[in-house]
């Protein structure tokens, strides 16, 4: 069932940056398939994106991982993930609010906001 993934924001992450704020992406992987926001050079601690992506191989009930970078010039920096499983019960969008974990102690650092719907 193909699976479609609006990236809409992301807020209340930690800053990462050096000289600067944050160059804010997000991953999104699932059904053997990532794809990557453009990254929002110099956005800090949120940022609006609002990109769609569509899983042609998502199978009901299998999870997504969600990952929040800061893109730097050699190693990007993890700011959070979290790993969700969309209830798709029908037809229509459906809004996802989800908390992003931090390090290894996987503290909360802020939220991802996502819509999700069958293709
Ligand atoms: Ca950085
Ligand atoms: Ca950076």
Redesign the pocket.
Known sequence: MPLRVRVVSVAGVQD???FGS?DLYVTLTTGGQTEKTTVKKGAGRQAIWDEAFVFPNWTPGSPIEIEVK?K?PLK??KLGKVKITPEISGPGEKEVVAELHHGLLHKKRGVINLIVSAQ
């Open positions: 990462e940056d050096d944050n800061d730097d990007d920096d």
